[in-house]
C-alpha cells in the first residue's frame, strides 16, 4: 500500500506542473529581459521580496458588482536572485482566507499566512536564477472601505448602477490579488480572467482575448497585456456595461490604436458623453506626436467608468468617473509618465503625477486655446502656493503616507509649475519636447527617479541643472519677488528684492521676463537673471516708461508686487515709500562719496551709511514703523526728505 501512494504522489508531482504549463500559454521566459531597473526601494514590508522578480501575473477570480467579495486565485511565475533561497514571501491580505498553495505545482501545506504576508518554504532551496511558480487559492472580501482601498464597491446614484473597481496604488495591491508590491520590479506580462454574472462586463489590462461561457449564468472575461506592467497596474472594473469603441491614428499614415470605453448600459449616457469620450482620439494622437507613439499601441487603450471620485490610470485601460477634458487628459498622460515610464520610489511621485498633470496644461495649449492653458497655469500656482513650506520630492519619513505622496498642491500642481519652468529656462520649445522623448526612450517598460530625469535634461540640452533641482525639487516653497522700478531721464532701472516661502530655501536663481509698455502705446520683452536675493538691472529707452510687467506670460511660480518708484527729484532717488524692510536709492552723481544719514523726526541718527556708488538698497528691517529723515549729503551739499516705514 505504501508503495502504491509512493508511486501515486510521484506521478501527482510529475503531472501537476504539466497541467499548470499547459494551462498557462505564457512559459518562463529563458533569460530575462533586459529592463533598466533601479535598486531604489523607499517601501517595502519585508526584506525578503527582494529575492526574486516576478516575470507573470496569472489573476482568475470571480467578482460581482454588489459586494468585494473575491474567489478565485493568483498565480506567480518569477526567477530567484539570491542563492541558497529557502523561504519565499508574497503579499495578500489576510482578511482572505487562503485555501490551497501551489509551489512548482506540487501542494504546499505548510505556508503561512500572516500579517498581510505569505510564507512559503521550498521543498528544495533554490539557487539564483532559478524560474518557479505559485499558485495560491483564496476568498473573502478585500478592500477596506477607504479612497485607497485596493477594491471597492459603489452606488453610481445618478444612473443607479452598482460598480466593482480596484484601485491598488499605493500599497493596496494585496487586497485584491497576491503580488510582490516593489516599484522596481515590473511583470513581463500579465493574464487577467474575470468571471462575473452574464448581465454584467467585466474591462481590465491588455486586450481581451475571449469571453468564455460558463455554467451558471456565468461568463468570464480574459484580458492578456504582454507589456511590462507594475502591481498597482493590474486593475478589474464590473458593472452592467456597454462597449464602445474607437480608433485612433498617430503618425503619417501610421497604425490604428483601439480605444474601448467600458461604460453604462444606460440610456443616453452615450449620446451624452460621446462628445468627451472622442477627445481621446486627438489627446493619444497629440501626445504621440509630442513624446513618443503611444506605448501600448499593439493592445489598446481605454476607460472603465466607476464612481471613484477621480481616475486611476491603470495600465492600457483607465478607470474613471467623468470624461471631463482635463481628467482624461491627465489619465491618459500617465500612460506615459507613470506606466510606460514609472517613479522609482514614491519619493518621486513627481515621475507620475507631476509629469501627467503638465499634461494637462500641454492637451489645453495645444488643443484648446492659449487662454484656457494660461487660465490652468494660474490656478495650479495658486494651489502650489498653499503649501509655501513644502517640496516636491517626498521626504523618506512620509514615503509611507498616502496623502503626502498624492498631495494636490505639491505632487501634481507644483511638480507641473516646475516643469514649465524648466521649459522656460530651456528657452527652446525643440530641446524640451526632446527631454521628454529621450527620457521615454531610455527608461521606457523601467522606472526612473527624479534625478534620472534631471541627467536626461542635461544631456540633451547641455546644461547644468543641480542649482534648479536644488531649489526647486528638493528645496521649499518659492520665491516672493519686490518690484521696484524708475526711469531717471532715458535709463530705466529694475530693482529686484527676492525672498523664499520657506527659511530652507531663502533664494531661488532664475530668469524673469518684464513687459515694458511705453506711453507711445508700444512695449518690448526683456529677460534678466536674478543671480542673489537683491539685483538691480539697468536698460536704455529713448521713450517714457509707462508700465513695467514682471513675468507676463506667467513662467514662474512665484509671489510678486511691484512698486513704481517717483522719478529722480534733486540728486537722487528713494523708494519705495512707503517701505516695508528695504530701500533702494539711485544717486544721479557717479563715483562721488555720499553720506547717508537716516534720523528719527527729532533729528536724532538712527543710522550712518557712506557709498559711491550710483545705485544701492539699504537693510532697514531693523526699523519700527513710523516716519524719518532720510539724508545725502554730497560735496557738502545736503539733501532731506521723508520716508515712512510701515
Not at 536572485?81 to 529557502?86: H, Y
Not at 535709463?491 to 533664494?507: K, R
Given at each position: 500500500?505504501?508503495i502504491?501512494?509512493?508511486?501515486?504522489i510521484?506521478?501527482?508531482l510529475?503531472?501537476?506542473?504539466l497541467?499548470?504549463?499547459?494551462?498557462?500559454?505564457n512559459?518562463?521566459?529563458?533569460?530575462?529581459?533586459?529592463?533598466?531597473?533601479k535598486?531604489?526601494?523607499t517601501?517595502?514590508t519585508d526584506?525578503?521580496?527582494?529575492?526574486?522578480?516576478v516575470?507573470?501575473?496569472y489573476?482568475d477570480i470571480?467578482v460581482n458588482?454588489?459586494?468585494t467579495?473575491?474567489?478565485?486565485?493568483?498565480?506567480i511565475?518569477?526567477r530567484t536572485?539570491?542563492?541558497?533561497?529557502?523561504e519565499?514571501?508574497?503579499?495578500?491580505?489576510?482578511?482572505?482566507?487562503?485555501?490551497?498553495?501551489?509551489?512548482?505545482?506540487?501542494?504546499?501545506?505548510?505556508?503561512?499566512h500572516?500579517?498581510?504576508l505569505?510564507?512559503?518554504q521550498?521543498y528544495s532551496?533554490?539557487?539564483?536564477?532559478?524560474?518557479?511558480?505559485c499558485r495560491i487559492y483564496?476568498?473573502?472580501?478585500?478592500?477596506?472601505?477607504?479612497?485607497?482601498?485596493?477594491i471597492?464597491?459603489?452606488t453610481?446614484?445618478?444612473?443607479?448602477?452598482?460598480?466593482?473597481?480596484?484601485?491598488?496604488?499605493p500599497?493596496?495591491?494585496?487586497d485584491?490579488?497576491?503580488?510582490?508590491?516593489?516599484?522596481?520590479d515590473?511583470?513581463d506580462?500579465?493574464?487577467?480572467?474575470?468571471?462575473?454574472?452574464?448581465?454584467?462586463?467585466?474591462?481590465?489590462?491588455g486586450?481581451?482575448?475571449?469571453?468564455s461561457?460558463?455554467?451558471?449564468?456565468?461568463h468570464r472575461f480574459?484580458?492578456?497585456t504582454?507589456?511590462?506592467?507594475?502591481f498597482?497596474?493590474l486593475?478589474?472594473?464590473?458593472?452592467?456595461?456597454q462597449?464602445?469603441?474607437?480608433y485612433?491614428?498617430?503618425?503619417?499614415?501610421?497604425?490604428?490604436?483601439?480605444?474601448?470605453?467600458?461604460?453604462?448600459?444606460?440610456?443616453?449616457?452615450?449620446?451624452?458623453?460621446?462628445?468627451?469620450?472622442?477627445k481621446?482620439?486627438?489627446m493619444?494622437?497629440?501626445?504621440?506626436d509630442?513624446?513618443?507613439?503611444?506605448?501600448f499601441?499593439q493592445?489598446k487603450?481605454?476607460h472603465?467608468?466607476?464612481?471613484?471620485?477621480g481616475?486611476m490610470?491603470?495600465?492600457?485601460?483607465?478607470?474613471?468617473?467623468s470624461?471631463?477634458?482635463?481628467l482624461?487628459?491627465?489619465?491618459?498622460a500617465?500612460?506615459?509618465?507613470g506606466?510606460?515610464?514609472?517613479?522609482?520610489t514614491?519619493?518621486?511621485?513627481?515621475?507620475?503625477?507631476?509629469?501627467?498633470?503638465y499634461?494637462?496644461?500641454?492637451?489645453a495649449?495645444f488643443?484648446?486655446?492659449?487662454?484656457?492653458?494660461q487660465?490652468w497655469?494660474?490656478?495650479?500656482?495658486?494651489?502650489?502656493?498653499?503649501?509655501?513650506?513644502?517640496s516636491?520630492?517626498?521626504p523618506?519619513?512620509?514615503a509611507?503616507?498616502e496623502m503626502?505622496?498624492?498631495?494636490g498642491a505639491?505632487?501634481?500642481k507644483?511638480g507641473?509649475?516646475?516643469?514649465h519652468?524648466?521649459r522656460?529656462e530651456l528657452?527652446?520649445?525643440s530641446?524640451?519636447?526632446?527631454?521628454?522623448r529621450?527620457?521615454?526612450k531610455t527608461?521606457?517598460?523601467?522606472?526612473?527617479?527624479g534625478?534620472?530625469?534631471?541627467?536626461?535634461?542635461?544631456?540633451?540640452?547641455?546644461?547644468?541643472?543641480d542649482w534648479f533641482?536644488?531649489q526647486w525639487y528638493?528645496?521649499?516653497g518659492?520665491p516672493n519677488?519686490t518690484?521696484n522700478?524708475?526711469?531717471?531721464q532715458?535709463?530705466?532701472?529694475?530693482?529686484?528684492?527676492?525672498?523664499?516661502?520657506?527659511?530652507?530655501?531663502?533664494?531661488?536663481r532664475?530668469?524673469?521676463?518684464?513687459?515694458v509698455?511705453?506711453?507711445d502705446?508700444?512695449?518690448t520683452l526683456i529677460r534678466?537673471?536674478?543671480?542673489?536675493?537683491d539685483?538691480?538691472?539697468?536698460f536704455?529707452?529713448?521713450s517714457?516708461v509707462?508700465e513695467?510687467?514682471?513675468?507676463?506670460?506667467?513662467w514662474?511660480?512665484?509671489?510678486?508686487?511691484?512698486i513704481?518708484?517717483?522719478q529722480m527729484?534733486?540728486?537722487?532717488?528713494?523708494g519705495?515709500?512707503p517701505?516695508?524692510n528695504?530701500l533702494?536709492?539711485e544717486?544721479?552723481?557717479?563715483?562721488v562719496?555720499?553720506?547717508?544719514?537716516i534720523?528719527d523726526?527729532?533729528g536724532?541718527?538712527?543710522?550712518?551709511y557712506?557709498t559711491?556708488?550710483d545705485?544701492?538698497?539699504l537693510p532697514l528691517?531693523?526699523?519700527?514703523r513710523g516716519?524719518y529723515?532720510?539724508?545725502?549729503?554730497e560735496?557738502?551739499d545736503?539733501?532731506t526728505?521723508?520716508?515712512?516705514?510701515?
Open positions: 500500500m505504501k502504491f501512494q509512493l508511486l501515486i510521484a506521478l501527482f510529475f503531472i501537476c506542473p497541467l499548470f504549463a499547459q494551462e498557462i500559454e512559459k518562463f521566459c529563458l533569460e530575462p529581459k533586459s529592463f533598466n531597473l535598486n531604489s526601494v517601501y517595502i526584506p525578503r521580496l527582494l529575492n526574486y522578480d516575470t507573470f501575473y489573476i470571480t458588482d454588489t459586494s467579495c473575491i474567489t478565485g486565485f493568483t498565480e511565475q518569477a536572485k539570491a542563492d541558497d533561497l529557502d519565499i514571501v508574497f503579499e495578500l491580505s489576510s482578511d482572505f482566507t487562503i485555501d490551497s498553495v501551489f509551489f512548482n505545482g506540487i501542494p504546499d501545506t505548510l505556508y503561512v500572516s500579517a498581510d505569505i510564507l512559503i521550498p532551496s533554490l539557487l539564483r536564477g532559478d524560474l518557479f511558480s483564496y476568498g473573502g472580501q478585500g478592500g477596506n472601505d477607504s479612497f485607497f482601498s485596493g471597492s464597491n459603489r453610481d446614484y445618478l444612473v443607479n448602477r452598482n460598480v466593482t473597481y480596484t484601485l491598488s496604488e500599497f493596496h495591491a494585496k485584491w490579488f497576491a503580488c510582490k508590491q516593489v516599484l522596481n515590473k511583470a506580462s500579465a493574464y487577467i480572467y474575470i468571471t462575473v454574472d452574464t448581465s454584467l462586463m467585466a474591462g481590465s489590462n486586450i481581451l482575448t475571449n469571453i461561457t460558463l455554467q451558471d449564468g456565468m480574459e484580458w492578456k504582454h507589456y511590462p506592467i507594475a498597482y497596474l486593475s478589474l472594473s464590473v458593472a452592467d456595461y462597449d464602445y469603441s474607437i485612433a491614428y498617430p503618425g503619417q499614415g501610421g497604425d490604428s490604436i483601439l480605444i474601448q470605453n467600458y461604460i453604462y448600459d444606460v440610456p443616453e449616457f452615450l449620446s451624452e458623453n460621446r462628445e468627451d469620450i472622442d481621446t482620439r486627438e493619444i494622437e497629440l501626445y504621440s509630442l513624446f513618443t507613439i503611444y506605448p499601441h493592445e487603450y481605454g472603465c467608468y466607476a464612481p471613484m471620485g481616475g490610470e491603470h495600465q492600457t485601460m483607465t478607470t474613471l468617473s470624461f471631463n477634458f482635463y482624461v487628459a491627465h489619465e491618459l500617465h500612460q506615459w509618465f506606466d510606460h515610464v514609472t517613479c522609482a514614491w519619493q518621486d511621485i513627481w515621475i507620475n503625477e507631476g509629469f501627467a498633470s499634461v494637462e496644461y500641454l492637451a495649449e488643443l484648446l486655446s492659449k487662454e484656457d492653458a487660465i497655469m494660474v490656478n495650479a500656482h495658486d494651489r502650489a502656493r498653499t503649501q509655501p513650506e513644502g516636491i520630492y517626498i523618506a519619513e512620509d509611507e503616507d503626502r505622496i498624492f498631495s505639491l505632487s501634481y507644483k507641473a509649475s516646475i516643469l519652468m524648466i522656460y528657452d527652446n520649445d530641446v524640451f519636447f526632446q527631454t521628454l529621450n527620457f521615454m527608461y521606457k517598460d523601467s522606472v526612473a527617479t534625478m534620472d530625469f534631471k541627467e536626461v535634461l542635461e544631456e540633451t540640452s547641455g546644461k547644468e541643472f533641482f536644488d528638493f528645496g521649499k518659492y519677488f518690484i522700478w524708475w526711469q531717471n532715458d535709463t530705466l532701472i529694475i530693482a529686484s528684492s527676492q525672498s523664499g516661502s520657506s527659511e530652507v530655501t531663502p533664494f531661488f532664475t530668469h524673469i521676463d518684464f513687459l509698455q511705453f506711453i502705446g508700444t512695449d534678466v537673471e536674478q543671480l542673489s536675493n539685483q538691480y538691472f539697468k536704455q529707452f529713448p517714457y509707462l513695467v510687467i514682471p513675468d507676463p506670460d506667467n514662474l511660480l512665484d509671489v510678486t508686487s511691484i513704481k518708484t517717483p527729484e534733486g540728486s537722487f532717488s528713494v519705495p515709500n517701505f516695508t528695504k533702494w536709492i544717486f544721479k552723481n557717479q563715483n562719496k555720499k553720506d547717508i544719514i534720523s523726526l527729532n536724532k541718527v538712527i543710522a550712518r557712506e559711491r556708488n545705485i544701492i538698497y528691517d531693523h526699523l519700527v516716519v529723515l532720510f539724508t545725502v549729503i560735496d557738502g545736503s539733501l526728505k521723508k520716508i515712512v516705514k510701515e
